[in-house]
């Protein structure tokens, strides 16, 4: 397996080529192609996308006029699927700790559409920013108006314990009244261990302590789990409970998943 810098090296190599392809086939509006890498499989940037849209829609509130909070936008995948969604009262607001992402946000997204803005949060990770600022269990959001929808898509995979909570806590204030958090998680539960049990789960965590699990214990953030019950003790001590269901992954083998990770939909209490 290429070491991260190396792939991400050869794939701005293949830039060219992949802006060529992507006239063809009218995908221009798309970001170049090492930065759709950053986001998850090649193939699946823009289904995931619909995806998510789809699922906002049906139960997290999305609605045209939704005033829209994406912490970990990365380059723009979740932007770009709703500039045809939200009228002219609707508004996005874009956060990563990926300065080349949000860069390239501004200029071709924010630059175009007045609704949409984006911002460089100058966190440390070790997948993302190793050299970043600022550690991610201090860090206090910016000032920002409240939004109906705040969305965290593979943020806390990437993110330990100390971090994943300080985040949580944060997001009561960042939701306008009647307003959802949507996030993803990787969740170890009962359900799921069996499923391990039967070699079911496509992922093999290995446990750190507090209630957290990963693949790469050089990389920790690289693909981050954590306990079921250790987030729900964090979402109680933070006054956002479940608004639905958790909606169960299939990266655990469970083949009603509606999407690969665990997904929870949260309101203030």
Not at 60 to 80: E, M, V, W, Y
Not at 230 to 243: P, T
Request: hydrophobic content about 40%.
């Amino acid at each position: 397996m290429l070491p991260r810098k190396v792939k991400r090296g050869v794939l701005r190599l293949l830039n060219p080529l992949d802006a060529v392809v992507r006239r063809i086939n009218g995908k221009q509006h798309l970001p170049p192609l090492h930065l759709r890498w950053e986001v998850g499989p090649l193939r699946g940037f823009e289904q995931s996308a619909a995806e998510y849209r789809m699922f906002l829609q049906v139960f997290g509130g999305l609605r045209p006029s939704t005033k829209f909070l994406d912490i970990g936008c990365g380059c723009g995948q979740l932007a770009l699927e709703l500039r045809d969604i939200l009228d002219s009262s609707g508004r996005y607001e874009g956060w990563d700790i990926y300065p080349e992402a949000i860069q390239w946000c501004t200029k071709v997204i924010q630059s175009q559409d007045s609704r949409f803005t984006f911002q460089t949060l100058d966190v440390r990770n070790g997948m993302y920013n190793p050299k970043g600022s600022t550690d991610a269990a201090a860090l206090r959001f910016p000032e920002t108006a409240k939004a109906d929808i705040v969305l965290l898509k593979s943020v806390f995979t990437h993110m330990l314990y100390k971090e994943m909570r300080n985040y949580l806590l944060q997001i009561p204030a960042l939701l306008s009244p009647g307003g959802r958090c949507t996030a993803s998680y990787f969740l170890l539960n009962e359900r799921q261990k069996d499923l391990q049990r039967q070699g079911r789960n496509t992922i093999a965590f290995q446990p750190m302590g507090d209630g957290v699990a990963v693949v790469n214990p050089m990389v920790p953030e690289a693909i981050v789990a954590f306990e079921e019950s250790v987030v729900m003790k964090i979402l109680n001590e933070a006054g956002l409970r479940l608004s639905h269901p958790v909606f169960r992954g299939g990266w655990t083998g469970d083949r009603s998943a509606l999407s690969h990770q665990d997904i929870l939909v949260l309101e203030h209490e």
